[in-house]
């Protein structure tokens, strides 16, 4: 089981997402196209969005986090953000390793019966247990936190179209808006 805790998530900058947004895509004039191998979840509701960010307001997390793992099973990276990435994107962070772990078998109990359920299948027992491990590659994955959240990113790039989308200038014109 992952150690990984709140106090120890690692943190991208808003510089670094954005270079690495940018260098996706092969004219550099626009941030077109998704990234491939990355992923950036956004946990707040409103008030403009990273360029190819999926959109999980943090309300809904209890039942998006399983769905998150399975569908980010390819991304080398995933990145989550709140407006501040004090709490809401850090905790959704932390859920999701958990999540996958768990998934992966990598957590207490509930991993053991995922991996017997495994070992019977391959010795061509029928499985009538949860299949979930069966959804999600082993491979490594790396989770940040977005530093300084949406906030930061805004105070940089919010008004660069490149970048960031639905940006409304007058609600961030305070610097904060939840």
Same mark, same amino acid.
């Given at each position: 089981?992952?150690?990984?805790? /709140?106090?120890?998530?690692?943190?991208?900058?808003?510089?670094?997402?954005? !270079? /690495?947004?940018? +260098?996706?895509?092969?004219?550099?004039?626009?941030?077109?196209?998704?990234?491939? !191998?990355?992923?950036?979840?956004? =946990? #707040?509701?409103?008030?403009?969005?990273?360029?190819?960010?999926?959109? =999980?307001?943090? &309300?809904?997390?209890?039942? !998006?986090?399983? +769905?998150?793992?399975?569908?980010?099973?390819?991304?080398?990276?995933?990145?989550?953000?709140?407006?501040?990435?004090? &709490?809401?994107?850090?905790?959704?962070?932390?859920?999701? /390793? #958990?999540?996958?772990?768990?998934?992966?078998? #990598?957590?207490?109990? =509930?991993?053991?019966?995922?991996?017997?359920?495994?070992?019977?299948? @391959?010795?061509?027992?029928?499985?009538?247990?949860?299949?979930?491990? @069966?959804? =999600?590659?082993? +491979?490594?994955?790396? $989770?940040?936190?977005?530093?300084?959240?949406? $906030?930061?990113? &805004?105070?940089?790039?919010?008004?660069?179209?490149?970048?960031?989308?639905?940006?409304?200038?007058? /609600?961030?014109?305070?610097?904060?808006?939840?």
């Amino acid at each position: 089981m992952s150690m990984v805790t /709140i106090a120890t998530l690692p943190r991208l900058s808003s510089n670094d997402l954005s !270079k /690495i947004l940018l +260098e996706a895509n092969t004219s550099n004039l626009d941030a077109q196209a998704p990234p491939e !191998k990355l992923a950036v979840i956004d =946990v #707040r509701d409103d008030g403009g969005h990273i360029k190819h960010s999926i959109h =999980v307001p943090s &309300q809904t997390l209890d039942h !998006k986090i399983p +769905e998150l793992v399975r569908k980010l099973k390819d991304k080398e990276v995933v990145i989550f953000h709140c407006a501040l990435s004090q &709490q809401r994107g850090p905790s959704a962070a932390l859920r999701y /390793i #958990r999540e996958r772990d768990r998934l992966l078998g #990598r957590g207490p109990r =509930v991993g053991e019966a995922m991996k017997k359920n495994k070992e019977e299948e @391959e010795m061509g027992a029928e499985n009538k247990g949860d299949k979930d491990w @069966e959804d =999600v590659e082993p +491979e490594s994955q790396k $989770v940040y936190v977005l530093d300084r959240g949406f $906030v930061g990113w &805004q105070e940089r790039f919010g008004e660069d179209s490149r970048l960031t989308e639905g940006y409304r200038k007058e /609600i961030w014109k305070d610097g904060y808006w939840m």
